[in-house]
């Protein structure tokens, strides 16, 4: 199974900060690394795939970047609506796997 | 837009087996453009791949999983369903069916772009 490894676990950053997630996958998985925003009670939110394609919807202040085995999810602004926990996937090969989360909060 | 919806029991008793069904609108599960994934969450937890099937009846599991799962699709319900059998409190989690998309020239998958509500399952005698 290809593991995934993500810094920090949690945050705590002001409103407007850069924020930046890291994701690190035990093999190289090329660019088939996902990202998703979880928000307290809700299903999982697809935000980036393919590494660095913003999903439809999702505010530009969010990009992804990375291949090979290191990923980097930044938010560029903070904003209040983004408190959530943020997981990577890589979609490379099965069994698909998931990082263990980052939980962003408001300073 | 498709949508997808899990239905099943809330509670489970050990050792029995739990089953869910993911119901989907607004689309269909005959699309040859994605496959149709369980995942669950344990209580403050990561999320967890089960496996996904695809229209034609093509399956993977998580080898962690693989001896008790069982995933199915339906087209005519256009639905697909999990079963999980010999539970234990292990079990006890949110359940979520997804949505996985794959490009069908090239083969690659590209992320879960639509996801259900989830559903929480309690295993308690």
């Known amino acids: 199974d290809i593991q995934l490894t993500q810094s920090p676990s949690s945050l705590a950053a002001f409103v407007g900060d850069r924020v930046t997630i890291t994701c690190r996958a035990s093999q190289n998985i090329k660019n088939y690394l996902n990202w998703y925003q979880q928000k307290s009670g809700k299903g999982p939110e697809l935000l980036i795939s393919l590494g660095s394609n913003l999903e439809s919807g999702v505010p530009s202040r969010f990009s992804g970047s990375g291949s090979g085995t290191e990923f980097t999810l930044t938010i560029s602004s903070l904003q209040p609506e983004d408190i959530a926990t943020f997981y990577c996937?890589?979609?490379?090969?099965?069994?698909?796997?998931f990082g263990q989360g980052t939980k962003v909060e408001i300073k | 837009q498709v949508q997808l919806q899990e239905s099943g029991p809330g509670l489970v008793k050990p050792s029995e087996t739990l089953s869910l069904i993911c119901s989907v609108s607004?689309?269909?599960?005959?699309?040859?453009?994605?496959?149709w994934n369980w995942i669950r969450q344990s209580p403050g937890k990561g999320l967890e791949w089960i496996g996904y099937?695809?229209?034609?009846?093509?399956?993977s599991y998580s080898p962690s999983l693989k001896s008790r799962v069982t995933i199915s699709v339906d087209t005519s319900m256009n639905q697909f369903s999990l079963k999980l059998s010999s539970v234990t409190a292990a079990d006890t989690a949110v359940y979520f069916c997804a949505r996985d998309r794959r490009n069908k020239t090239v083969g690659f998958h590209y992320g879960m772009d639509v996801w259900g509500h989830g559903t929480t399952v309690i295993v308690s005698s």
């Open positions: 607004g689309g269909s599960v005959n699309s040859g453009s994605h496959y």
């Open positions: 099937v695809f229209y034609s009846g093509s399956i």
């Open positions: 996937q890589q979609s490379h090969s099965t069994p698909w796997t």
